[in-house]
Every structure is written in C-alpha cells, then in structure tokens.
C-alpha cells in the first residue's frame, strides 16, 4: 500500500516537535491530532504516502523514547478523498522488519507446508509432471528465511540472523531428508527430464536464483504480493533440495552431487543478490552507532556470499567440462 496512517501516543510536551516533523515532509498528506489520553498523553495521526516516509518514521521514534508508554502503529489504508498523488508503493524498515520476522520463524506451520511441498516436488519430479512442480513451488516456504538472513546481515541483527540461518538450514535438510526416505523406498531411479535437469547446473541457473533473489526483496519492500515470487524462489531452491534426497535415497551419488550443487549455488545467489538490493534500497539500522556495528556485518556477507559464488562458478565450469 502506498498510503499508511502513523499513529503515534506520545506525551503532549511533543506535540510541537510532531507537528514539525509532519510540516518538515512532503510525504505527510495530514496531520492532526486526536483525544487526549491518560498521564499527559495523547494521539497523533499523520496520512503519508512513499517517499520520505522513512525519514518522518525514524523522526517519530526519537520522540518515542521520552516515555514508556509511548507507541507508534503504521496502518495500510486503502483509500482516501480528496483523492491524491500517492506515487510508487514501497515498505518503511519498521514493516519490513515485521514480515521478516514472520518469515525467519521456524514454527509447525513452517515445517508442515515444507514437509508438504517436498512431497508434491517429488510426485512431479518422479512423474515428469511439472505442473505437479509448480504446485509445489506455491506453497514452498523457503522464501522467508532466506531473505530474512539477507534483512538481517544488512541492519546487522544477530538474532534474526541466527534465526533465519536456523529456520532455512532445518528447511532444507527436512526436505531433502524426507526425499531420502522416499528415494529408498522408490523401486528404480525413474527416467525423468524433471528430476535429470535438478542434476545440471549452468550460468542460467545461475540467473535464475540472482534474479528470484532480487525479485523477491523488490517485492517485500515495495509492498506487492509474494505469491508470484515465492514461486520463483521455489524454482531455486525447493526442487534441486528434493532430488537431491532422492538421489541420495537411490545411492546415485554422481547426479546427487549435480543436484547438491546445483542446491547450493542458488542459496549463494539468492542471499546475495537479496543482500545487495537491500543496500541499494537503503535498508539500514535507525541510530548511527548501530550503523557503524551493522557495518562489518554487511562487508563480511558480501564478501563471503560473493567469494563462496565466484568458487562455485569455477567449480560449475570445470565439471560442465569434463
């Protein structure tokens, strides 16, 4: 949504300094100020539109340490009259930090919908369905904690690193454990284009996961839909995943390691091409000491995502050949 209501409960003592800030933005549709609350305080309500929303955010948050029970809540707004020139659609770090959150938890749901997902990638894969594939890549779940780690790197935020990493890495390895199960189980090694080409790794596979990477944080931080881009990441990600526990269950280690690779090179692409949108976006922590701490954070990912991508393309050309 391009249009969001800030409401803020604040002291009253700052209510000339709120009223500044919402003079100081072309951003600021309008602004006025609501009942009066308990304690010497009340609520405040500005309309903004994208632009420098960030900037009237990050404002609002000083004045939000003055008081403990001072609050500030964004809230989507659909429409409103007079109309007026709303512009390009596109996330504050407060929201983002919202759904990443969401994205980084490895809760039951999380391992329900990949448990799920791994099994309708195999009937397909073993099918030669694809259909069946891009059935999978819908409810695919791995889009969020891979992104997370990328949000997380660039605000230097240990914790939904750490959790991220945990959620994505437990991700894949039930994915590929459960496809390892059933490989074992599976009577012969089915003659597949689906599964072989999860076995082949390229320069366009390596497009396609840089380029879901960046699709996917374009959309988070311009508020569109992720269904579309959850589909992409999928692609990437959740199908190299499953033939690989299947190839592993069917001890054909030779098309595993293809897939393994494969799995691999586009988890590199993903999380550094989300990595470095962030940044172009301008992503980054509110304070200036906790931009200087996020600082190595975000050299140190660029650095290790990019060097771990260029070995793996040197590895991709000697193996594609022999």
């Not at 605000?155 to 894949?172: N, P, Q, V």
């Not at 390892?180 to 390229?202: C, K, N």
């Not at 199908?239 to 586009?266: K, Q, S, T």
């Not at 940044?279 to 980054?284: F, P, Y």
């Amino acid at each position: 949504m391009s249009l969001k209501m800030i409401q803020v409960i604040a002291p009253v003592s700052t209510e000339a300094n709120i009223r500044k800030i919402a003079s100081g933005y072309d951003c600021v549709i309008s602004y006025h100020k609501g009942v009066p609350l308990e304690d010497d305080h009340a609520i405040y309500f500005l309309l903004t539109r994208s632009g420098d929303r960030q900037e009237v955010i990050d404002e609002l948050q000083l004045l939000l340490t003055t008081s403990k029970k001072a609050r500030m809540t964004i809230s989507p707004v659909e429409a409103t009259l007079p109309l007026v020139e709303i512009g390009g659609a596109t996330d504050t770090r407060e929201e983002l930090y919202h759904k990443m959150r969401q994205g980084a938890r490895p809760d039951l749901n999380y391992m329900i919908l990949t448990f799920l997902s791994t099994i309708v990638a195999l009937i397909g894969l073993v099918q030669n369905n694809v259909a069946v594939v891009v059935g999978a890549m819908v409810i695919a779940p791995l889009l969020g904690p891979n992104l997370a780690f990328a949000f997380g790197t660039s605000l230097g935020d240990k914790e939904m690193m750490t959790r991220s990493f945990i959620t994505a890495f437990g991700g894949i390895c039930l994915a590929i454990a459960v496809s390892a199960f059933i490989g074992a189980l599976w009577h012969e090694t089915p003659d597949s284009q689906e599964l072989m080409l999860r076995t082949q790794v390229d320069l366009s596979g390596l497009a396609l996961a840089a380029a879901s990477g960046m699709a996917g944080v374009l959309s988070l931080t311009s508020g569109l839909s992720m269904t579309l881009v959850g589909v992409m990441v999928a692609v990437a990600l959740l199908p190299p995943a499953a033939a690989l526990g299947f190839l592993l269950g069917r001890g054909e280690f030779a098309l595993a390691y293809g897939a393994a690779l494969l799995l691999v090179v586009n988890v590199v692409c993903v999380n550094l091409s989300g990595l470095l949108v962030f940044l172009a976006k301008g992503i980054k922590p509110l304070q200036w000491f906790e931009r200087r701490m996020a600082k190595p954070y975000v050299l140190w990912g660029i650095a290790v995502w990019a060097t771990l991508l260029i070995l793996l393309i040197l590895v991709v050309g000697v193996r594609n050949l022999r």
